[in-house]
Antibody, heavy 118, light 107 residues
Framework: QVQLVESGGGLVKPGGSLSLSCAAS????????MSWIRQTPGKGLEWVSY????????NYADSVKGRFTISRDNVKNSLSLEMHNLGAEDTATYYC???????????WGKGIAVAVSA | EVVLTQSPGTLSLSPGEKATLSCRAS???????LTWYQHKPGQPPRLLIY???TRATGIPDRFAGSGSGTDFALTISRLEPEDFAVYYC?????????FGGGTRVEI
């Protein structure tokens, strides 16, 4: 079945870096835009970034622009998020999602926790 | 940047009652790109409605989306126990996605 599985989360010190991955299966990964969304503790959902099907186009929320980089490997059916200069405000559960019809997010991973703390 | 404001923050209702959730945009948005999600604790969000009013696959017809311009709504005609959750609206424009702050529907 259609599935997204995130990995790579954990605890990192302020100013540190972390890389998240998302393994996709059950659909033709190379045909779809993909996105990262996060939910900070006790708060709502925040869009982080998305990447086009070929990887040629990316965009980021202002809060992460210049610090995060999204990429994809259409051979390995995987999505990545490189995060640098992390701060407490980046502590969140990060979700990988498939961008479906009309920019709706129709498949979501279960999420992975990232904690930024000294 | 479009800001989506959802109201009320919390809706306290009983099973069988009707819920009406509001999503107001800071400027006119295309209804084509207005989406609603349901989010329960410990689970990923679930797509409910896209294109402002089209139910996603498998979504029961008690969920209905409506609206245009700056005012959108999600209506749950008769609340079932499994409908108690947080609901988010989301829009796409200018190569970015934005979410509203969410409405919690509680018993």
């Amino acid at each position: 079945q259609v599935q997204l599985v995130e990995s790579g989360g954990g605890l990192v010190k302020p100013g540190g870096s972390l890389s998240l991955s998302c393994a996709a299966s059950g659909f033709t990964f190379r045909d779809y835009y993909m996105s990262w969304i996060r939910q900070t503790p006790g708060k709502g959902l925040e869009w982080v970034s998305y990447i086009s099907a070929t990887g040629s186009h990316t965009n980021y929320a202002d809060s992460v622009k210049g610090r995060f980089t999204i990429s994809r490997d259409n051979v390995k059916n995987s999505l990545s998020l490189e995060m640098h200069n992390l701060g407490a405000e980046d502590t969140a559960t990060y979700y990988c999602a498939k961008v479906g019809i009309l920019y709706s997010l129709d498949v979501w991973g279960k999420g992975i926790a990232v904690a930024v703390s000294a | 940047e479009v800001v989506l404001t959802q109201s009320p923050g919390t809706l306290s209702l009983s099973p069988g009652e009707k819920a009406t959730l509001s999503c107001r945009a800071s400027q006119s948005v295309s209804r084509t790109y207005l989406t609603w999600y349901q989010h329960k604790p410990g689970q990923p969000p679930r797509l409910l409605i896209y294109g402002a009013s089209t139910r996603a696959t498998g979504i029961p017809d008690r969920f209905a989306g409506s609206g245009s311009g700056t005012d959108f709504a999600l209506t749950i005609s008769r609340l079932e126990p499994e409908d108690f959750a947080v609901y988010y609206c989301q829009q796409h424009d200018n190569s970015a996605l934005t979410f509203g702050g969410g409405t919690r529907v509680e018993i």
